[in-house]
């Protein structure tokens, strides 16, 4: 006989961690099932950290969401006892007509966030980690930081498991399908039903939900740490995170913490479209350069 729960949610990674601690503190019988370890380095939350700003340059809309996950990211904080958000503070920079300049600067004005306006020049001096072009400009916002993103994953599960929910490691969904009376799952070990599913499956969501495979296309993503030459210029008290819009592209970075070096990557990378059970791992010179460069 299948296992029942109210819930079942699929992938337990940074997102999929949250889902299964917040339905279980609403007393809710949940179910989290995860294909590899908790947490792991195959998804898209490993590498230390991720950043979290309330700055949103993509739209304003996000800002209200990004208040309410700040008040989240402290009290879980309070439950397990460990530090899970470094502020730091955010550049935004841009060329001034560029994306990530204006679209920051209306977020700020639009919900009334403490912000300076800076020439790149001022950053520049401000931060001597920083270089940026005397004709960017750049919006300081100063809630901006990090959440140390695999031990979130660790905290949401801890916190899962004190309300009650059941998580499974090294247990992957073979099919799901919903009926009249809710969502049957199947697994590599058994056969539980629910009377709701979530799914957060990161880069394996197009399988999981074949309707969203043109769309959930997994993209290969690499990160650097470089060692600076001058380490005291890239310490969280000194050095901003950042999103940086330069002709090569747009960029984002993060002061040294957890593993030597100043942490930067590239949005899209090399833009290649992959398949996660086959992506290559490893990193290559090719891949080094634009990041060093």
Known sequence: ????????????????????????????????LEQFDIPHSLGSSHGVNRIIRLA???????????????????????????????????????????????GSLRSC????????????????????????????????????????????????????HQSGADVRARESVRSWTADGDGIGVTTDRSEYRAGKLVIAGGAWAGRLVPGLAPVAVPERQVLAWFQPLRPHDYEPDSFPVFIVEVPDGQFYGFPVYGIPG??????????????????????????EAPLRD
């Open 262 to 287: 100043f942490k930067v990557g590239k949005f899209h990378h090399r833009h290649e479209d992959t398949d996660p059970d086959a992506t290559p791992r490893q990193p290559d010179a090719a891949d």
């Open 109 to 160: 004005r639009e919900h009334g966030l403490d912000h300076e306006v800076l020439t790149g020049t001022e950053v520049n001096r401000r931060f001597p980690g920083y270089n940026l072009p005397a004709t960017h400009r750049a919006v300081f916002q100063p809630d901006a930081g990090f959440v140390l993103s695999e031990r979130a994953i660790v905290a949401h599960v801890t916190g899962a």
């Open 1 to 32: 006989m299948a296992e029942h729960y109210d819930v079942i949610v699929v992938g337990v990674g940074g997102m999929g961690s949250a889902a299964v601690h917040h339905i279980a503190r609403r007393g809710r019988r949940v179910l989290g």
């Open 56 to 102: 949103y340059y993509e739209h304003p809309s996000y800002v209200p969401l990004l208040r309410r996950s700040f008040e989240l990211w402290r009290k879980l904080e309070r439950d397990a006892g460990e530090r899970l958000l470094v502020v730091t503070g955010g550049i935004d920079a841009s060329p001034e007509d560029g994306q990530v300049y204006q």
